[in-house]
């Protein structure tokens, strides 16, 4: 997104560190997000952290981070670029902006400008969400599905977030509403043990290998769940799905 111009009073107030020590209002102020910084990182996903700056301490200004998406720790400094962003507030909020980090991942952030009793700017609360992660998913997706590429959004048909009527579905389809990648991915390997043709029950080693073979293909090895579900879908150990993997690389 564009960043807004301000009219410069933020910018005189971060672009140098203040002289004088925080209020006691503004140190009351860091306390209690401090405090906030651990339950609200949990709250988010993985991918996302959660970081607060003391501006009386820049540049090593992070006094709380909860999130391991930029690597820094107490005492670290803001992200390069960061502060330019900031300076683009027209209030005291900003969401949805972006940043690059050293290795060249994307990351989204939102800031909030923290403000004590009289006006000056003295924390800013910043969630930083590593782009990479979702970009990855939706390869683990593409390849599940059969797809070589990521389609447009304009060649997909629209969503409805209805369900269909029963009398208007062609009889005899099966339609899936997945809440998440692993419902998915439970579903393929349901399907996939279809596929084969043989009840778990009875199968044989050469059955099994067969359904990992496919599941390989489909990607949901690449799941950091998916030996675990296919273990319990073919009701082997982990261990034997390895060992399944091993014989199929020695093989290729």
């Known amino acids: 997104m564009s960043m807004p111009l301000s009219d410069g009073s933020d910018a005189d107030e971060l672009a140098e560190p203040p002289m004088r020590r925080q209020s006691v209002d503004g140190e009351r102020l860091i306390a209690l997000f401090s405090s906030l910084v651990q339950p609200l990182g949990e709250t988010l996903p993985s991918s996302c952290e959660v970081v607060l700056h003391d501006l009386s301490r820049m540049p090593n200004s992070i006094v709380a981070i909860h999130g391991d998406v930029s690597g820094r720790r107490v005492g670290d400094e803001p992200i390069k670029g960061l502060r330019d962003n900031i300076l683009g507030l027209s209030g005291d909020t900003v969401v949805g902006y972006y940043t690059t980090l050293n290795d060249g991942r994307e990351i989204c952030s939102s800031t909030m400008l923290i403000r004590d009793v009289t006006g ?7 969630i930083n969400s590593d782009l990479s992660v979702w970009a990855n998913i939706q390869k683990v997706l593409d390849t599940m599905y059969g797809r070589s590429t990521r389609a447009k959004v304009e060649e997909l048909p ?38 084969v043709g043989v009840p778990v029950e009875i199968m044989h080693k050469r059955h099994k290998v067969a359904v ?40 290729e």
């Open 120 to 126: 000056n700017a003295v924390a800013t609360l910043v």
């Open 212 to 251: 990992v073979r496919k599941l390989k293909v489909r990607g949901i090895f690449l799941l950091r769940d998916g030996v675990d579900m296919t273990a319990s879908g073919l009701n082997v150990t982990r261990f034997t799905i390895y060992n399944y993997l091993n014989q199929l690389s020695d093989e």
């Open 158 to 195: 629209p969503l409805s977030l209805a369900e269909p009527a029963e009398r208007d579905r062609p009889t005899g389809e099966t339609v899936y509403f997945d809440k998440d990648i692993k419902s998915v991915a439970i579903r393929l390997i349901k399907e996939t043990i279809e596929e």
